[in-house]
């Protein structure tokens, strides 16, 4: 039996509960196994194609068995420090092993439903107005998108609150009279900050509401880069992860990029992993697709594991970070945290400011994935609709 085969079959056996996701014990006995497997002296593996790379990495790639324990695929070691970890393996595993884990967990996941459903969690920490504290404001999203013109396409919010972000933030803003709303005037200045709302921001959490999607969205399926995709053109996308990489390549190659302010393959090489992010959460793209773009962030210099972290909703995972130009010159550390048993993860963005009072206050904005994938479930709506 492959490689691929038995990780496929071990991710569908281990501790499966009734969603089809890998329990906790399950995952990590899969990323173990995967660790382990890598680190097994290529003379003592019995493999049909030992020409083939593990877990349907592209057949002209290096085969698992030459590469060494450690490496990235370009034959590189990892940079940055291996801290500890709470799996039951030989070493900590490495950001590649989670990312492959993570690719065969999205392939089990279900290829059709009645709706592409995506739900996120995000919390977003700025200053307030007079850049004397930092406020922190979390709301949910759900996105449905149906394939079937029957079917109408739905996005679902909740404004869930705004509270100050810390314990040094509420002194803050206790001194400022303790306000329960926000507003933001035009012309605020945004130095090293990620953004500032449109709109006033209030303490208390909003009504869910539900919108219809329509108008752009009708007949599409999402967008990638800034581009809508018709559901037609998100069939086609190749889900072999060679065919991927040059269908993203070649979409990138037509970005002009040179008033971007970066160096134009620094850019090319950022936004085909922000691409892959959008493919394993928001596009609605084959389970061969997604595990896919899994793999090509496997092959990507630049991203290194942290050890195991819990993220913004308490969900225990495996930590990759690397880091994002946000603007010329301004540098974020951003996290993904991975659940290797089910392919879902969190990003997690910080960034240091200075606040009116010159304290150096860090800012954060976090997405966390509930769900994306294939549902035959009906949305929830509520009554306030758009």
């Known amino acids: 039996m492959n490689s ?13 509960d009734l969603t089809g996701r890998a329990s906790t014990a399950g995952a990590d006995a899969l990323l173990a196994e995967i660790v382990s497997m890598e680190r097994t002296p290529a003379r003592r593996r019995r493999l049909r194609s030992p020409g083939r790379a593990l877990l349907g990495l592209a057949a002209t790639a290096a085969a698992v068995a030459v590469i060494a324990p450690g490496m990235l695929p370009d034959g590189t070691p990892p940079t940055g420090p291996r801290p500890a970890t709470s799996l039951s393996v030989a070493a900590e595993p490495t950001a590649r092993q989670i990312l492959l884990a993570a690719a065969v967990a999205v392939e089990q996941a279900p290829a059709d439903g009645d709706y592409w459903r995506v739900r996120t969690v995000s919390q977003a920490m700025l200053t307030d107005p007079t850049r004397s504290y930092v406020l922190e404001e979390k709301r ?3 996105q449905w998108l149906a394939k079937r013109p029957g079917l109408g396409s739905w996005r679902i919010r909740q404004d869930l609150g705004v509270k100050p972000a810390t314990a040094q933030d509420e ?4 001194a400022a009279g303790a306000p329960t709303s926000w507003r933001y005037p035009k012309n605020m200045k945004t130095e090293n900050l990620f953004a500032v709302p449109f709109g006033p921001l209030e303490a208390a959490a909003g009504e869910r509401t539900a919108e219809r999607l329509r108008s752009t969205w009708k007949g599409t399926a999402g967008d990638l880069g800034g581009e809508s995709m018709t559901w037609e053109e998100v069939n086609a996308i190749p889900d072999e992860p060679e065919k991927l990489r040059s269908f993203l390549e070649e979409r990138i190659g037509r970005l002009d ?11 090319k090489a950022h936004i085909l992993l922000r691409d892959c992010v959008d493919f394993i959460s928001f596009l609605p793209a084959s389970p061969g697709t997604r595990a896919s773009a899994y793999r090509i962030l496997a092959s990507l210099p630049g991203i290194r594991a942290e050890g195991e972290m819990t993220d913004p909703l308490g ?8 880091q994002e130009e946000i603007e010329p ?11 290797p048993g089910a392919g879902l993860l969190a990003e997690v963005r910080t960034n240091m400011t200075e606040l009116a009072s010159g304290r150096r206050a860090e800012l954060r904005v976090t997405t966390s994935f509930q769900a994306a994938g294939w549902t035959d479930e009906r949305p929830d709506l509520p ?4």
């Not at 691929?4 to 499966?16: G, H, N, P, S």
């Not at 002194?171 to 206790?174: F, L």
């Not at 010159?329 to 659940?339: E, M, N, T």
């Not at 009554?383 to 758009?386: A, F, L, P």
């Open 140 to 142: 949910s999203v759900e």
């Open 315 to 322: 969900r225990r995972g495996q930590v990759l970070t690397y």
């Open 257 to 267: 990029l040179t008033g971007s302010g970066m160096d134009v393959e620094e850019a």
């Open 171 to 174: 002194a803050a803003w206790r």
């Open 4 to 16: 691929d085969q038995i990780f496929k079959d071990r991710a569908r056996a281990l501790d499966e």
């Open 329 to 339: 010159g301004l540098f974020a550390k951003v996290q993904l945290v991975v659940d």
């Open 383 to 386: 009554t306030r609709r758009n």
